[in-house]
Antibody
Framework: QLQLQESGPGLLKPSETLSLTCTVSGGSISSSRYYWGWIRQPPGKGLEWIGSFYYSGSTYYNPSLKSRVTISVDMSKNQFSLKLSSVTAADTAVYYC??????????????WGQGTLVTVSS | QSVLTQPPSVSGAPGQRVTISCTGSSSNIGAGYDVHWYQQLPGTAPKLLIYGNSNRPSGVPDRFSGSKSGTSASLAISGLQAEDDADYYCQSYDSSLSGYVFGTGTKVTVL
């Protein structure tokens, strides 16, 4: 059974860099069958896609966050990470990692981690 | 920055049928991209409920159904049950943004 688990600091100060890791078990992030990505949800608000990557090394970012986001991968540990720079209170959210099947036009997320709350506060 | 619009809330008594609309534009739903629906129970991660406009993953009751027409889509819940009390989000792909977009979310309340 596939499992995704987010980890990282839960509290940041404004201007710091958010760093989260998603550890995948029960499946391989080096598989050509899937993309992997990050999605966030501010408290009481809706979902926002942050970015995704494919095993080939391609990365895709939400244009509204692109200047501050980096997704990196550690295939040996079956982990991928998110870095979001220069955070503000507006970046306070639950951050989810998720899987997307790579079939043609299958732009959906079929497995999600439980999510981790990141709070930005001075 | 939600690109897809949903009603903030809908409600119904147990056993009733409710529908949730998801309105997009010519760069997402209207461009032919599929619509998917997620159910989010309080304090949990979203769960895929409907994919490819009208398909149910294994384990999802057939009380849930989806449809798509033009620049909009709909999720219907028939025979409403207490455990359906949750938030529901539609999702698609947007060619103008070159990314995945979600709906504003709808809170379903079982009276």
């Amino acid at each position: 059974q596939l499992q995704l688990q987010e980890s990282g600091p839960g509290l940041l100060k404004p201007s710091e860099t958010l760093s989260l890791t998603c550890t995948v078990s029960g499946g391989s992030i080096s598989s050509s069958r899937y993309y992997w990505g990050w999605i966030r949800q501010p408290p009481g608000k809706g979902l926002e896609w942050i970015g995704s990557f494919y095993y080939s090394g391609s990365t895709y970012y939400n244009p509204s966050l692109k200047s501050r986001v980096t997704i990196s991968v550690d295939m040996s540990k079956n982990q991928f990470s998110l870095k979001l720079s220069s955070v503000t209170a507006a970046d306070t959210a639950v951050y989810y990692c998720a899987r997307r099947p790579s079939g043609v036009a299958t732009y959906l997320f079929d497995y999600w981690g439980q999510g981790t709350l990141v709070t930005v506060s001075s | 920055q939600s690109v897809l619009t949903q009603p903030p809330s809908v409600s119904g008594a147990p056993g009733q049928r409710v529908t949730i609309s998801c309105t997009g534009s010519s760069s997402n739903i209207g461009a032919g991209y599929d619509v998917h629906w997620y159910q989010q129970l309080p304090g949990t991660a979203p769960k895929l409920l409907i994919y490819g406009n009208s398909n149910r993953p294994s384990g999802v009751p057939d009380r849930f159904s989806g449809s798509k027409s033009g620049t909009s889509a709909s999720l219907a819940i028939s025979g409403l049950q207490a455990e359906d009390d949750a938030d529901y989000y539609c999702q698609s792909y947007d060619s103008s943004l070159s990314g995945y977009v979600f709906g504003t979310g709808t809170k379903v309340t079982v009276l």
